[in-house]
DNA sequence: ATATTTGATAGAGCTAACTCTAGGTCAATA
DNA sequence: TATTGACCTAGAGTTAGCTCTATCAAATAT
């Protein structure tokens, strides 16, 4: 069973643009091409590494990147250690990014508070309170084990 | 008490090259000048609405929709409405982000167990399990509230 | 008083990640 | 069989967000 771009395009909501795009920039080198026609056969197993590929992007992580752990991948048992690694650090990347969006959080949940007396009181000059609160230290590796 | 654009950009951490970069892209029009020198010159006002700015790029807010906060800004209590609506609307986002932050961490960490028993095992072909479990689903905003 | 540092502007250059166009091939449908 | 639609490549164009250069003015250090 396979699928062609537009399917993929469909299923995955990345475009079709898009999808040639990650092909020439090197990120699904193991999609194969229909011999005769030349056209683009994904498999279930392309599409899971798809989502990997997806989930990496989704954490910031640049194009070329991508491309050199899938490089790792296609070279074999020998980038294992690296692979791994390579996860390892990128999961403290989104520890810190949920770090920073806890902060940001709480921020905007300040200037919801502010403006809300504001839009009560009908004037901003009426708003006593800072907007810059004292950083709670939320042990942030601790919780998110426990989240998952 | 005012600052230079430089020590502006020790403190805050952003280039004096993107400080002037933000104020020709109108985020910055509070920011006085020297009536002699023509310098730029920072009151702790303008650095704590930096760091508003900061915070809402921090979110991926692009600049235009940044400048049109500020704008909302300095247009006065009539837009406190508005402005509002703008942060209740950007914690929304920034609670998708998280939720999306944690799907990733979480399908790393799978990646990490998958790796570490290859690596145990000199061979990804020894390990057995998928990679793609099935997601669980946190009450995210319960959680975020807690964590506040 | 002079030299160095810091700041200013205008505008060019750069990078990442798409996004689209032109011109062609191949496959599926009326 | 003819036509419509999906796919192909090469390469140009776009956007956001910086980043840097050239050139000048002002402030500070020696």
Redesign the pocket.
């Known amino acids: 069973m396979t ?7 469909e299923k995955s909501g ?12 090197g990120l699904t080198p193991f999609v194969k ?2 011999e ?6 994904f498999t279930d197993s392309d599409l899971n590494f798809l989502s990997v590929i997806t989930c990496l ?1 989704g954490t ?5 990147e ?1 491309r050199n752990f899938v490089q790792c991948c296609m070279d074999g048992d020998n980038t294992l250690n690296q692979r791994l690694a390579l996860f390892e650090n990128q999961k403290e990347v989104v520890i810190n990014q949920i770090g920073e969006s806890l902060r940001n959080l709480q921020k905007i949940d300040h200037k919801i508070e502010y403006y809300k007396k504001a839009v009560k009181a009908g004037t901003e000059k009426a708003v006593t309170g800072k907007n810059n609160l004292p950083e709670n230290h939320v042990p942030l590796n601790e919780l998110i084990d426990e989240l998952l």
């Open positions: 699928y062609s771009i537009g399917t993929v395009a990345i475009s079709i643009y898009t999808l040639r795009y990650y092909d020439k920039m091409r229909n005769a026609s030349g056209r683009r056969e992007k910031g992580m640049p194009l070329n991508i």
